[in-house]
């Protein structure tokens, strides 16, 4: 009998439900007041896998900031069955599936080396002593002892490769047996966070969005995405600001037809995201348009209203993003720019605007793409298209202060 079904029946393994931020600063033994603060997050939903039996992930994530300590979640949100994690690795990430040898650490989750996450449950692990670098590649490696069932917790268009092996290699800087694993458009499984220790950073700033946030047409492994080149502006600034993407293609504010409908999981997605101070509101309404039955400009300026409130309320400051042009024509253009120029009244509430209409938008047209950010769809920018969008980040809306008020 596989040694990891007694555990599983019997629950002997830890079982942790913990909110962000809530875990101990303890790190071997010592404590800290520094607090916790997202540097990598992939917003979960429901992925389109087979199941894993006896099989080792390794998942590369790339860094916004660095830190001396790090933790990541693991989520069983959308699982039907009990997730069993029977070890879990952290090292520095090298080229492909390897990673740099004497880097690799033991992740450990309420002091034990394996875990099991109920249903619909997340876990936090404990604080482990890494030293995590700013805009770097760190893998994070997985054991699943037991069959895990399928359609997985996890992100998908994740835009990463990441690897599988046979048997437990988590600790193996080479992945000895791995090849790469890519079905779903790179999905990540089960891991949606990696936070670090950081007594320079103030605060996290969560995009909040769709496809255009989640990176659709950037290149796969380029990390390309307009927060990750938002993020390397950041760093250049000497702003030691984490970059979270909580992005999922197709998503829009009111159905569940990609991933939970932006209403509900903002509050899962934004306001409980660790170190949150900011949050960029971006282009999810323009799914609620772009679909056989629009939404009216009426209803997505109130759910914009909701969100600024509910941000504000969690002393988050909300940077509202203009929608980009999508070729649309009669109503539903004229919805686009009706919202466009609600987001940019001084009556909004937002505390900053990011115009990524007009960063992206044919001034000869307005309506649609500049044919140098087209990614050829007439939706998606390409990759000099997100990187415009980035540049069109103020980066002193990323500083401290209290959200605006508006009555």
């Not at 997202?38 to 590369?60: C, E, H, K, V, Y």
């Not at 700013?134 to 069932?149: F, H």
């Not at 995201?273 to 056989?292: C, E, F, R």
Request: hydrophobic share 40%.
């Amino acid at each position: 009998m596989n040694r990891w079904i007694p555990a599983l029946l019997k629950a002997a393994l830890v079982i942790s439900i913990v909110l962000p931020g809530t875990a101990s600063n303890r790190v071997q033994g010592v404590e800290t007041s520094a607090p916790w603060i997202g540097t990598w997050s992939a917003s979960p939903s429901i992925t389109d896998d087979a199941g894993f039996n006896n099989q080792t992930l390794r998942q590369i994530v790339r860094t916004s900031i660095g830190g001396t300590s790090a933790r990541i979640h693991l989520s069983n949100l959308f699982g039907s069955e009990p997730l069993v994690i029977g070890e879990a690795r952290i090292a520095r990430g090298a080229p492909g599936q390897q990673t740099v040898p004497g880097s690799d650490r033991a992740v450990t989750f309420g002091g034990q080396p394996n875990v099991t996450i109920a249903v619909g449950a997340s876990v936090v692990s404990d604080p482990v002593a890494f030293e995590v670098p700013a805009l770097s590649d760190i893998a994070i490696s997985l054991y699943l002892p037991v069959r895990t069932a399928p359609r997985s917790t996890g992100h998908v268009d994740g835009l990463q490769d990441i690897y599988i092996a046979a048997g437990d290699v988590a600790a193996d800087p080479a992945f000895t047996g791995g090849s790469t694993f890519s079905p779903g458009g790179q999905s990540y499984y089960f891991l949606t966070n990696l936070d670090v220790m950081s007594p320079a950073a103030t605060g996290a700033v969560v995009t909040f969005g769709a496809s255009i946030t989640d990176g659709l047409k950037s290149s796969v492994n380029g990390n390309h995405r307009w927060p990750n080149r938002l993020a390397i502006r950041l760093q250049q600034a000497g702003m030691t600001v984490g970059v979270l993407n909580q992005g999922i293609s197709g998503n829009d504010f009111f159905t569940n037809n990609a991933g939970q409908a932006g209403l509900k999981r903002f509050g899962r997605d934004v306001l409980r995201q660790p170190g949150a101070n900011w949050v960029v509101i971006s282009d999810d309404a323009i799914n609620d348009l772009n679909t056989d039955k629009p939404s009216t400009a009426a209803r997505l300026i109130g759910a914009l209203r909701q969100l600024i409130e509910r941000a504000h309320r969690a002393n988050i400051k909300v940077i509202c993003s203009t929608l980009t042009p999508f070729a649309a024509t009669g109503p539903v253009e004229a919805a686009r720019q009706d919202i466009n120029a609600f987001i940019l009244s001084s009556t909004s509430g937002c505390d900053a605007v990011l115009d990524q209409a007009k960063a992206v938008s044919d001034p000869a047209n307005p309506a649609n793409l500049l044919p140098a950010y087209n990614s050829g769809d007439d939706l998606h920018p390409n990759e000099a298209g997100l990187q415009a969008i980035a540049d069109a980040m103020d980066l002193n809306a990323l500083t401290a202060g209290p959200p605006v008020q508006v009555p």
